[in-house]
């Protein structure tokens, strides 16, 4: 059995004990212990800099595409309301055909445009093209559009198994790239001119960028700005996310199909009686960043999907702008099943706390589960808040 359908699909599951067999689970290693990421030097950071920097305007512009049929919901959400907080490039998300693009594992949303009027209006081309994981890697659409941006000049970035369909576009021969840790052994089988990098969360070559697991956009998002509008910027959004660090540095090895990964998927996609849709009161001027974590995390337990209510059909506008269609109209949902409101934790703080959610309902495997799939580092929390700490002192010394 194809161990990616296994994993990932609700019937792969259901039969993996029966096809797979013990033997094929005993030989999966347990969870590995985690260690320090290598460090960055600063030539390599410096340039991932200059690889981002603009080729064409002063000021951006940055294009998010996504295949209406499907597109992973962080990989498109995130870097849309990241860089639209900082104000510095000129930012679209776009589908491939008009109507809604459907997010998975949750949301759906109104694209502000379809790459055609894009092209009609910019017929130069964007100055950056973001490239989220979809459900094809080979939509002729995509393909086609963003071979000819790169042809343009402008830099790809492929986020997550993104990389995948930027690899299908013939974008990555002969590069060094990295992606999502369950993709790697595809990625080198498909393209084998490609060099994996490890430990390296963003990787950049000759026009085009790469990126590890969903979580990953966050500091590529931050990056870019960095490159675009210089560090104090970047500083200034990265607080405003509750971020205070986004280098490039990576544990690879952290991230890898393991016994309790497999087992709790398992486990949790068989208890059929105990799935929950858990629902989401869907505002205006909702944040898109912490909304797409939220729902993507606890859809992702595989005992749980998270969809949104309001108490109109009309798409919401979140708070730089896209519209997000409800997927229920209700004017309120069960107590037992609503999940808490996030308007008030920063996006870095809001993921955080599902987590630490997910483990009080569900247990902590579910949460280590979930966290490997976004491929969310381990232990992430407490560096972050140190360096935010330390951010804060040097601010109150000046």
């Not at 490159?227 to 280098?247: F, H, P, S």
Request: aromatic content about 6%; charged content about 20%; some cysteine.
């Amino acid at each position: 059995m194809n161990r990616r359908l296994a994993i990932w699909s609700c019937l792969g599951l259901a039969a993996l004990p029966l096809a797979a067999g013990s033997g094929w689970m005993l030989s999966l290693p347990a969870a590995p212990a985690a260690k320090a990421p290598p460090p960055v030097a600063r030539d390599e950071a410096d340039a991932t800099l200059t690889g981002l920097r603009p080729p064409k305007r002063q000021r951006p512009l940055i294009a998010i595409v996504g295949a209406n049929a499907g597109t992973e919901v962080t990989d498109y959400l995130m870097p849309y309301g990241i860089l639209q907080r900082a104000g510095i490039a000129d930012v679209v998300a776009l589908g491939t055909e008009p109507g809604r693009v459907m997010l998975y594992p949750a949301l759906q949303v109104e694209p502000q445009a379809t790459v055609t009027e894009f092209d009609q209006r910019h017929p130069d081309g964007a100055d950056h093209v973001i490239v989220p994981a979809m459900h094809r890697d080979d939509d002729p659409a995509v393909l086609q559009w963003i071979r000819k941006q790169a042809a343009k000049g402008a830099i790809i970035i492929g986020v997550c198994a993104g990389a995948k369909i930027i690899g299908a576009a013939g974008l990555l021969d002969g590069k060094r790239a990295t992606t999502h840790w369950y993709y790697r052994k595809e990625l080198q089988e498909r393209h084998p001119t490609t060099r994996y990098v490890a430990d390296r969360r963003l990787v950049v070559d000759a026009g085009v960028a790469t990126t590890t697991g969903i979580t990953a956009s966050m500091p590529m998002a931050l990056t870019l700005i960095q490159a675009i509008a210089g560090r104090n910027k970047a500083e200034t959004v990265g607080r405003d996310l509750g971020l205070a660090g986004w280098d490039a540095s990576h544990d690879s090895g952290a991230f890898t199909l393991t016994r309790p990964f497999a087992l709790t998927a398992i486990r949790n996609r068989l208890a059929f009686w105990n799935h929950e849709q858990l629902g989401m009161r869907l505002l205006p001027g909702v944040d898109e960043v912490s909304l797409a974590l939220v729902a993507d995390a606890w859809s992702r337990t595989y005992r749980s999907r998270a969809v949104t209510f309001a108490s109109t059909a009309a798409a919401q506008r979140s708070r730089n702008g896209i519209g997000i269609v409800p997927d229920q109209l209700a004017t309120s949902w069960p107590a037992e099943r609503l999940l808490p409101a996030t308007e008030h934790l920063q996006p870095a703080r809001a993921l955080e706390q599902v987590l630490q959610d997910i483990a009080a309902r569900y247990g902590k495997s579910t949460a280590s589960f979930v966290a490997m799939q976004l491929e969310y580092p381990k232990d992430a929390a407490l560096p972050q808040r140190q360096a935010m700490q330390t951010a804060r002192r040097r601010e109150s010394a000046s």
